[in-house]
């Protein structure tokens, strides 16, 4: 059986550049932000320097992007990701 390696769901090689803590989940959702999912988009979104482009990466969408960027909780998550932009 081959692994699914595509953003969403491959392994974890973003690395420590951007480290940062996760914005908290209310509930566990199999098309939400994960943790992980979270990592891959703050590394893709240094990558590619653009939201739209980290989120079609990760699976995700823009307008949750930002809603997630602004949850309580997401000071760590928001920093990352202005720290990526700018790197990207």
Same mark, same amino acid.
């Given at each position: 059986?081959? !692994?699914?390696? %595509?953003? !969403?769901?491959?392994?974890? /090689?973003?690395?420590?550049?951007?480290?940062?803590?996760?914005?908290?989940? !209310?509930?566990?959702?199999?098309?939400? &932000?994960?943790?992980? $999912? !979270?990592?891959?988009?703050?590394?893709?979104? %240094?990558?590619?320097?653009?939201?739209?482009?980290?989120?079609?990466? $990760?699976?995700?969408?823009? $307008?949750?992007?930002?809603?997630?960027?602004?949850?309580?909780?997401?000071? %760590?998550?928001?920093?990352? &990701?202005?720290?990526?932009? /700018?790197?990207?």
């Amino acid at each position: 059986m081959e !692994q699914d390696t %595509s953003p !969403q769901n491959g392994p974890d /090689e973003t690395g420590d550049r951007f480290d940062f803590t996760p914005v908290p989940l !209310q509930r566990s959702r199999y098309d939400g &932000w994960t943790p992980l $999912v !979270q990592k891959r988009f703050i590394h893709a979104l %240094s990558v590619m320097g653009s939201v739209g482009a980290a989120c079609r990466a $990760v699976g995700r969408g823009r $307008v949750s992007a930002y809603r997630l960027r602004e949850r309580e909780g997401a000071e %760590s998550f928001a920093d990352a &990701w202005d720290a990526a932009l /700018e790197a990207g």
